[in-house]
């Protein structure tokens, strides 16, 4: 079994959806989790973190995490042609003085058509 | 903002040469990273470092990489005898310490 999963994709979708992106993951001890986007020959640009279970809001994206399942959404509300990028989740367990190591899934790619 | 800057952004080398990819990881910065995704991919950690010292690396770091903070501001990789399997596009990143790590745009590495 994979450490984290995630849907490749491609994922398209019309302008103005709600958008579900989602992982799974295999190690309970995983406590940091984010949300990077990647646009093509960017590096990942951090969209969204949590710590433990919860939700998180940020604007038209929110975040979920549930650790009982080992899985994570990420939600974008009113799509725009913007958003079409590379959606990548990593997380982490953490430590006392930092991060530390992340690990991703393998991202999935957004195509939002206007 | 303050941003992670990687030098150069392509690098192409021959089989067995040495190469060093470059970074200037934001400034208040105390934790240092570097990661790197071949062509399809997931991105993969390789190496943390933080007070002039690793602190984590991967299976994938071996005797081949080193990395080194040789002055205030950079953050060198360095990859002694490049292999046709080291292609990829390596990745720098930084923290300021329990949050999450901020990337470069990457050095796309070509070996020949």
């Known amino acids: 079994q994979k450490e984290v999963e995630q849907d490749p994709g491609p994922l398209s979708v019309p302008e103005g959806a709600i958008v579900s992106l989602n992982c799974t993951y295999s190690n309970s001890a995983f406590q940091y989790f984010m949300w990077y986007r990647q646009y093509s020959r960017k590096g990942p640009e951090l969209l969204m973190y949590t710590y433990s279970s919860g939700n998180k809001e940020d604007g038209r994206f929110t975040a979920q995490v549930d650790k009982s399942s080992k899985y994570i959404s990420l939600f974008i509300r009113d799509s725009q042609p913007s958003d079409s990028a590379t959606y990548l989740c990593a997380m982490s367990d953490g430590t006392n003085t930092g991060f530390q190591k992340l690990v991703f899934g393998t991202g999935t790619r957004l195509l939002v058509s206007p | 903002e303050p941003e992670v800057t990687q030098t150069p952004s392509h690098q192409v080398t021959q089989m067995g040469q040495e190469v060093i990819l470059r970074c200037v990881p934001i400034?208040?910065?105390?934790?240092f990273y570097w990661y790197r995704q071949i062509l399809g991919q997931k991105v993969e950690f390789l190496v943390s470092?933080?007070?002039?010292?690793?602190?984590?690396k991967s299976e994938i770091f071996d005797d081949q990489f080193s990395v080194e903070r040789p002055d205030g501001s950079n953050f060198t990789l360095k990859i002694r005898s490049t292999k046709l399997e080291d292609s990829a596009m390596y990745f720098c990143a930084s923290s300021k310490g329990p949050e999450p790590q901020h990337f470069g745009d990457g050095t796309r590495l070509s070996i020949l």
């Open positions: 470092f933080y007070n002039n010292e690793i602190s984590e």
């Open positions: 400034s208040n910065h105390l934790y």
